[in-house]
């Protein structure tokens, strides 16, 4: 199975950071899926899936290794996968049965497809100065009263550890207000443990 259909379209100039963390996660895509694959973040689904109608449409945004994907299509969702690391994509591909797309959050051009979005560990690697363009590509994928799952490290700061850039904030940012959408579109956005639901 060719597993990766490249969506990858952003010629823009490429910041360093982010060329730095996808060759990271090309370099150790084994290491990381075997660490996360069985990692257990049940709690963290029902708040989401909740929101979410039965079969609903779910982006799994930054996927890594395909867990979460997996658990909502064995859940019933119909579920549409991408990650920025094409050994990454090969093994999400192998585990859910399903072709994951490679292509980054810049590469976004879903219009008006998902009740739901899942963002976990992912958004956590994006610039500032980037996150607010990010955050209305995703909103226009999303469905009417859409929502949002995204998680973060904790603080409030841009940082790099080791080769991998992390953007850290407290609670209820970035999503308290998140960027006004043309239309009647205003995802569903609120606080939760770890992350912003």
Sequence with gaps: MNSINDRSKNKKKIHPCHISTTEYYERNARAYYDQTVNLDISRRYSPF????PANGNILDAGCGSGRDSLFFKQQGYDVVSFDIS?????????????????????????????HGIWANASLLHILQEEMDDVLEKLSRALKNNGVLYASFKYGNKERTDGDRFFNDYNPGWPLENPPPVAGSKSPTCRSAERGVI
Aim: hydrophobic share 45%; aromatic share 10%; glycine share 6%.
């Design 86 to 114: 094409k050994e990454l994509v090969e093994l999400a591909s192998r585990l859910t049965g399903q072709n994951v797309l490679h292509m980054s959050f810049g590469d976004l051009d879903f219009k008006n497809e998902f």
């Design 49 to 52: 899936l909740k929101l979410i």
